[in-house]
C-alpha cells in the first residue's frame, strides 16, 4: 500500500492563531506518515504543531515552540492516528511566511477499519508476504508478527479476531 498526501497546504501564518492544516472527515480515521514543513520567506520561525480534538479541551501539542530556520524545511516522520472532529492544527510565532506544508498518510472510512481492512480484502496470505518482502529490507521497521502468521496460515480474517470498532456502541 502506498501512502497519499493527504493535505497540501499553502498558508501565511498569522501570529498567534491557530490555523487548521487538516481537518478528519465524519465516520474516517487518518493514519499521518510524515508532516513536512517548510519555511520560504528567509525567516526563522517558531510554530507549535497540534491535534485539536474539535473543542472537547485536550489538544495534543505535537511539538511546541519548535525552531524552523530561514529557508528551512522541517519534517515529522513519527506516525499518529486521527480520528473524526480532529484537526492537525499549526501556530506560528510571527506572521511570517511558512509556504508549504506536506501532510502524508492513510485516510480510511472508520467503518472499513482502516489498512487491515485492505489487508482481509487482499488475502492475509498475500498480505503477509507482501510485508516478508518488506521485512528482508529492513527488518526494524517490519518486524514478524505471530498473529499475522497464524492467520496467513489459517486463511481466517483478521476481522474474525478483532472486534467491530465500526459503530460507535459497539467500542468498549
Sequence with gaps: MASEVLKLATFRGDASTVQALLTVAAGHTYTVLSVTICETAAAAEVFNLLIDDGGGGSDTYIYH???????????????????ADDHLSIITGSSSDIDVCYISGYGFPAHRGGPMWQADKIGIDKFAQQIAKHRNADVLTWPESQLMNTLADSKEKIANFVPDTSNPSKRT
Excluded at 525552531?67 to 486521527?82: G, I, P, Q
Design 65 to 83: 515552540t519548535q525552531a524552523l530556520a530561514a529557508s528551512a524545511t522541517f519534517e515529522h516522520t513519527s506516525k499518529f492516528v486521527m480520528e
